[in-house]
């Protein structure tokens, strides 16, 4: 189910699934009592405590939305209050990014009064040259994030990201660290490049990186099958009924 788990602060978890968790995502044309069930299953395994991740309608912008508890999270409310964004942080909520090939990236910051503060960002082609990092990194320090660390998920490396000449240009004319060259000597994007060289100029710690999508056939990605589900960046508080996952998977 996790590609990848481990506690990051103390009582906070940091999590990316695998296709052993399924597809997450609503809008890939799956059934979305499955998707659904498959959401429960994973909140379940994250010792959620009946809280849900709130997930949110990803369109390759840079918009940020802050989110506070209390809202409904289930079946068709969900889908009424998943913001339109491409990043979102919070003080209180589990939250989840969802991608296929695109960078999913999580924040984690030390808070006021101790808190933590965390977010999630969707970081494809638009968004890294459009700024969506940076632009997280700066509302979790509108929140009072300090000592922010960075855990990279698994994304298509620049290895196996081919783009036009053109395209490989103006992206990285905006993030020049994306700028590579494939395997196969054509042009290409290194996103996860762009994106740590993004958090560096920040002063963000990356903790961790994850491996490419394209090469590791547990995960799902866009480039190797067209119809693909969307596996998922996970951040989370444990639940305060003691309630609590294990180690690294």
Same mark, same amino acid.
């Given at each position: 189910?996790f590609?990848?788990?481990?506690?990051?602060r103390?009582?906070v978890? /940091?999590?990316?699934t695998?296709?052993?968790?399924? *597809?997450?995502?609503?809008?890939?044309?799956?059934?979305?009592?499955? /998707?659904?069930?498959r959401? #429960?299953?994973?909140?379940?395994?994250?010792?959620?405590?009946?809280?849900?991740?709130?997930y949110? *309608?990803?369109? @390759?912008? $840079?918009?940020?939305?802050?989110?506070?508890?209390?809202?409904?999270?289930?079946?068709? #409310?969900?889908a009424? =209050? #998943?913001? &339109?964004?491409?990043?979102?942080v &919070?003080?209180?909520?589990?939250?989840?990014?969802?991608?296929?090939?695109?960078?999913p =990236?999580?924040?984690?910051?030390?808070g006021?009064?101790?808190?933590?503060?965390?977010?999630?960002?969707? $970081?494809?082609?638009?968004?890294?040259a459009?700024? /969506?990092?940076?632009?997280? /990194?700066?509302?979790l320090?509108? %929140?009072?994030?300090? *000592?922010i660390?960075?855990?990279?998920?698994?994304?298509?490396?620049?290895?196996? !990201?081919?783009?036009?000449?053109?395209?490989?240009?103006?992206v $990285?004319?905006?993030?020049? $660290?994306?700028?590579?060259?494939?395997?196969?000597?054509?042009p290409?994007?290194?996103?996860?490049?762009?994106?740590?060289?993004? %958090?560096?100029?920040?002063?963000?710690?990356v903790? !961790?990186?994850?491996?490419?999508?394209?090469?590791?056939?547990? %995960?799902?990605? !866009?480039?190797?099958?067209?119809q693909?589900?969307?596996?998922?960046?996970?951040?989370?508080?444990h639940? &305060?009924?003691?309630?609590?996952? @294990?180690? @690294?998977?």
């Amino acid at each position: 189910m996790f590609s990848w788990r481990a506690e990051v602060r103390p009582g906070v978890w /940091v999590a990316f699934t695998d296709v052993g968790a399924g *597809n997450l995502a609503l809008h890939v044309g799956d059934d979305p009592a499955e /998707v659904r069930r498959r959401r #429960a299953e994973l909140e379940a395994a994250a010792g959620l405590g009946g809280r849900s991740f709130r997930y949110m *309608n990803q369109v @390759h912008g $840079a918009d940020v939305a802050t989110i506070s508890g209390g809202a409904a999270t289930a079946d068709a #409310a969900e889908a009424a =209050v #998943a913001p &339109t964004a491409d990043a979102m942080v &919070t003080l209180t909520e589990p939250l989840a990014v969802m991608v296929a090939d695109c960078v999913p =990236v999580v924040l984690v910051g030390d808070g006021p009064a101790g808190a933590p503060v965390l977010g999630v960002v969707h $970081a494809g082609r638009p968004g890294v040259a459009a700024g /969506v990092v940076p632009a997280a /990194v700066s509302r979790l320090r509108e %929140l009072g994030a300090e *000592n922010i660390g960075a855990w990279v998920g698994p994304s298509v490396c620049g290895g196996c !990201y081919e783009v036009p000449d053109g395209l490989r240009a103006d992206v $990285a004319a905006a993030v020049p $660290a994306t700028w590579c060259t494939t395997s196969t000597g054509t042009p290409g994007l290194d996103l996860p490049a762009g994106v740590r060289s993004q %958090l560096e100029a920040e002063g963000v710690s990356v903790e !961790y990186s994850g491996g490419c999508t394209l090469e590791d056939d547990t %995960l799902f990605s !866009y480039r190797r099958n067209g119809q693909t589900g969307r596996f998922a960046g996970l951040v989370w508080m444990h639940a &305060t009924d003691g309630t609590r996952g @294990h180690g @690294h998977d």
